[in-house]
């Protein structure tokens, strides 16, 4: 690594570091940029619905990528990935400390890396990734385990169940009863938990009832205002019990949770985290700590504090982290904002291959539009665009 450049760590590879990695090099000759992910392989987790569930719908080169090979434009000496989980940031020495061992508790395989500016895109991950009172399902990458693995393995369980219980009604929940209406092989007895009185919560009115009426010609038990209050698995038949607020107890071979963002945050100092566990960061995207701007540290998407964690978010994001970084460098200012009430309110929920809803600002989505943005291949064809950076 150059001495003469300014040394940049990006931590995490999904969507919002790849982007400001991308963009940031694109912008500076002056960086050198390292890249730290637990997996060299980019996960566009947007499509675990379709794919999970319709594994021949979609091939693995459509939703997971060599993150190595896209940065081969650059020279060698601009770009680095580390392949670790970072657990530690040290101010003192301005470095982190990375695990690059097979998994948490191998001991010996930690390295140090130094930086002058450093930007946290750690994101997020869910309960049913983790596993956590729910079918363990790669929602997001997982740390340390193969996603390859993890993916096959939920196929697998989602093709033998008959009886699901899904809990959350919001779009992930409602594209999963869609797909899962339509899996090949024996029919499906599908029921969807709504904890508010309407499916889709933050959508139109129109946007919620033609959700709902979507997926009950697929034949989809709602239960509407409604919650899980305990979902259990039996370890030696794997079957779940799922107790409702209502009393009522529903005896299902598998319980998906759809509710919970779950910060990925254990290494990074508690003064920059909100109450919930988010960066605080100011307009610039620089992190505050104690009501202080740091000159040094940035975040961009799911990690951050700003509400609406969606992908739709981290590329204005990116581009905001990437030229305030940059002109710091070039002439000691920053003067990129971001704001998230600048951003569109948009919505689009496949319900099941052919048809969905959603809405663009006001304006409600017809079923072929829906298709047509997303519900023929899940967005699969922007995967390559947020992997190189090239998202508007
Ligand atoms: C199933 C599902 C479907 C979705 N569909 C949509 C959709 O249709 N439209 C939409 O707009 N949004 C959607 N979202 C939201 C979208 O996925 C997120 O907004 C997006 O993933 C945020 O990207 P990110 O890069 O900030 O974080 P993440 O995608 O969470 O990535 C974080 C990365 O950081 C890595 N990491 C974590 N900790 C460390 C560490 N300590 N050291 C090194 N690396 C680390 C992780 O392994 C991961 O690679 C969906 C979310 C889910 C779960």
Not at 212 to 229: C, Y
């Amino acid at each position: 690594m150059s001495s003469k450049r300014v040394s940049v760590i990006v931590i995490g590879a999904s969507h919002a570091g790849l982007g400001v990695s991308h963009k940031l090099l694109r912008q500076t000759s002056k960086v050198s940029v390292t890249l730290i992910n637990p997996s060299d392989e980019y996960y566009f987790n947007i499509a675990t619905p379709r794919f999970l569930v319709k594994p021949e719908s979609l091939p693995p080169s459509k939703y997971l990528y060599s993150i190595p090979e896209t940065f081969n434009e650059y020279p060698n000496s601009y770009f680095t990935l580390v392949k670790g989980l970072v657990t530690k940031i040290d101010y003192l020495n301005k470095s982190v400390l990375v695990n690059t061992g097979e998994n948490q508790s191998t001991k010996g395989d930690d390295i140090i890396v130094t930086f002058d500016y450093l930007v946290i895109a750690s994101g997020s991950t869910t309960p049913a990734t983790l596993g956590q009172g729910s079918l363990k399902l790669p929602f997001k990458a997982t740390a340390f385990e193969d996603t390859r693995n993890a993916i096959s393995e939920a196929q697998k369980k989602l093709q033998a169940a008959t009886r699901i219980v899904i809990g959350g009604a919001g779009p992930l929940g409602v594209e999963l009863a869609g797909e899962l209406a339509e899996a090949s092989g024996s029919k499906k007895t599908i029921t969807l938990v709504s904890k508010t009185r309407s499916l889709l919560d933050e959508a139109t009115e129109t946007v919620q009832r033609t959700a709902e009426s979507l997926l009950r010609r697929k034949d989809i038990e709602i239960l509407k205002n409604v919650t899980v209050d305990k979902a259990e698995q039996d370890l030696e038949t794997k079957s779940w019990t799922v107790t409702l607020s209502t009393g009522r107890t529903i005896e299902a071979d598998e319980y998906i949770s759809t509710t919970g963002v779950i910060p990925n945050n254990e290494f990074i100092p508690k003064s920059f985290l909100n109450h919930d566990g988010w960066v605080n960061v100011d307009e610039k995207l620089r992190i505050v700590e104690d009501g202080t701007s740091r000159s040094d540290t940035y975040a961009v998407g799911d990690i951050t504090c700003h509400p609406y964690r969606l992908l739709s978010r981290v590329s204005l994001q990116g581009a905001t982290v990437a030229s305030n970084i940059a002109a710091c460098i070039e002439k000691d200012t920053c003067p990129a904002t971001y704001s998230v009430e600048a951003q569109r309110k948009m919505m689009v929920v496949p319900v099941g291959q052919s048809t969905g809803t959603g809405h663009l600002g006001g304006w409600t989505l017809w079923g072929c539009l829906v298709w047509f943005f997303k519900g023929k291949d899940f967005l699969t064809y922007e995967a390559p665009k947020f992997l190189r950076g090239k998202m508007q």
